[in-house]
Structures are given as structure tokens and as C-alpha cells.
């Protein structure tokens, strides 16, 4: 386990082709909520690089800043400071339309409720993005998709006549199918078995082999464990990472972190 500063492009070189651009990239950001006294510091100063072709796991109690964090990483909040990139565009100064169109080109979504249309077939849920940004829907890539995320006999189905796994690797699909600068998985095993789970996971894991960009935020070490890197939140600001993670480290790694804050809480005082 490593504490501190978290730059993954640092210690992870890009691809010789394209040395500086990152996935996602922020720089010092900081996000409060609310005004007056009741201000809350959400995110206090994160500065990260997410290299492209990479899986990471964000994770952290309740109220660390994972939502927060998310929605200011994908351009649905705005930072009060500090800035946000996404496949080399800087966020910060874009009107809400260029946001719109940016978050509809360069990212993708994946949540734990799946969030598919219930009156499209699983095809049409997966033509989705194509439809949205006024472009022709490449059937090719669709197709590839259904088989990739073993739904062909289903591809007539509404998202009612089938599992929630299922549901779920259409979403998947439906993510991937634009190829976006990244995917943005905001608790997506959280409604699944455990059998389903892995499933889904491997899926994620799959399409990163293949060059997408993942940052997913779970609860769950087996999960997790799924990512090339896990990064902690607490209180706002990364407090540590962890490289090549299994299930095991990650909850050693979370219990550590939990009696050191109890310990801060108590004493006052960061150890
Ligand atoms: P997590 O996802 O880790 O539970 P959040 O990002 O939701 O954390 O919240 C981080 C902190 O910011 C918490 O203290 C939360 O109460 C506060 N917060 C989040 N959203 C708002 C909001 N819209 N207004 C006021 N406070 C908020």
C-alpha cells in the first residue's frame, strides 16, 4: 500500500504514440457543497491521471467524496477549483452544451440501477448511443457487442424479460459500443449475485484488455480486486493506493485505513 500523492500516468508510462494524454486527468480539485455555514468540503485538492487502457477501483466509507468525485471526473458537477480533463479537453470554462456533447462522445455510464430505456429492445438499448448523437448506428459494431456480451438470442428482448445480469451487459455493451475515452461504473455489481457479479466483472475486465478506459467505484474487495489499481478516498483527498490488488489486501488495506481514522478522529492527530 502506498500514501500520498496519486499520479498514475507517473509511474505508469502512456503509450509511446501519445505521452501525454490521459484518459482523465485531475488537477487539484477541489469541490464544496453547500454555502454559508453549512459548507461541506467534498473533494479537498485530488490530483490524479488515469492512463488509457487502464481498470481503477475507487473506494472509501460513506461521505469520503466517491459520488463527488465521479460526478466531477465525468463533467456532470463543476469543480469549485481546479481542473478536469477528459481525453486531453480541458473541462473547466466548457458551456453546458459542449459538456453535454462531450460527456455523449468521450464517456460512458454504467450504474448499479442499469438504467436501460424498458420500451427499447436489448439492441435498441445498445443502439442508444448512436441514436443520441444523431449518428448512424454502425450495426457491425452493435452485433459485435450483443456477442461480446453473450446476449444474441436476446437481441429482441425488452430489458423486463430478462435477469438482472442480463440487464446489466447490455448497459455494459451499451457503454462500450461508441468506444468512449472512458467508462464511468458507479456500483455496477451492486444489485447482482455473486455468480453474476463475476460475470459482469470479467466483462470489465475484458474490454480493458482491449484498450478501454474503466473507473469504477465499489464497496465490494472482490470487485475491486478486478482493477489494475485500488485508490482510497477519506475525507476528500486520496490516502492511498494499491497496486496488483486481491480481495485479501484490499480489506487489510481498508481496515488499516478505518482504525487509523478512528485513531485521527480520536486524537486529533494523522498517523
Ligand atoms: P460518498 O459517495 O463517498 O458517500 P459524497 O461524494 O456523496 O461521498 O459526499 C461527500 C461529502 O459531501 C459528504 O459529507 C456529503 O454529505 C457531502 N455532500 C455531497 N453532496 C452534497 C450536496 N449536494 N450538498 C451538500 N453536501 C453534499
Redesign the pocket.
Known amino acids: 500500500m502506498r500514501t500520498g500523492n496519486i499520479d498514475s500516468t507517473s509511474t505508469n508510462a502512456d503509450t509511446p504514440a501519445d505521452p501525454v494524454i490521459a484518459a482523465v486527468r485531475l488537477h487539484d480539485v477541489h469541490r464544496v457543497?453547500?454555502k454559508g455555514d453549512?459548507q461541506?468540503?467534498?473533494?479537498r485538492g485530488v490530483s490524479i491521471g488515469l492512463r488509457r487502457g487502464t481498470f481503477t477501483a475507487i473506494m472509501?466509507?460513506?461521505?469520503?467524496?466517491?459520488?463527488?468525485?465521479?460526478?466531477c471526473a465525468a463533467g456532470l458537477d463543476t469543480p469549485t477549483s481546479g481542473t478536469v480533463e477528459i481525453d486531453g479537453l480541458d473541462l473547466s470554462g466548457m458551456s453546458e452544451t459542449e459538456l453535454t456533447k462531450l460527456r455523449r462522445d468521450r464517456v460512458g455510464f454504467v450504474f448499479q440501477a442499469f438504467n436501460l430505456l424498458p420500451a427499447l429492445t436489448v439492441e435498441e438499448n445498445i443502439a442508444l448511443p448512436y441514436r443520441l448523437a444523431g449518428r448512424r448506428a454502425d450495426r457491425a459494431r452493435i452485433a459485435e457487442m450483443i456477442d461480446r456480451v453473450g446476449l444474441a438470442e436476446r437481441r429482441n428482448h425488452l430489458p423486463s424479460e430478462l435477469s438482472g445480469g442480463q440487464q446489466q451487459r447490455v448497459a455494459i455493451a451499451r457503454a462500450l459500443v461508441t468506444a468512449p475515452a472512458v467508462i464511468f461504473a458507479d456500483e455496477p455489481t451492486g444489485a447482482l449475485d455473486t455468480q453474476t457479479t463475476l460475470e459482469v466483472l470479467q466483462l470489465l475486465r475484458e474490454s480493458v484488455r482491449t484498450g478501454q478506459t474503466i473507473v469504477m467505484?465499489t464497496h465490494d474487495p472482490v470487485a475491486a480486486s478486478y482493477a489494475d489499481v485500488v485508490l482510497f478516498?477519506g475525507d476528500?483527498a486520496f490516502v492511498a493506493e494499491l497496486r496488483h490488488p486481491t480481495a485479501e489486501k484490499i480489506v487489510e488495506c481498508v481496515t488499516h485505513l478505518g482504525t487509523r481514522e478512528t485513531r485521527r478522529r480520536a486524537t486529533g492527530v494523522a498517523h
Open positions: 457543497h453547500g453549512n461541506v468540503a467534498a473533494l472509501g466509507p460513506s461521505g469520503s467524496g466517491k459520488s463527488t468525485f465521479l460526478q467505484v478516498l476528500g
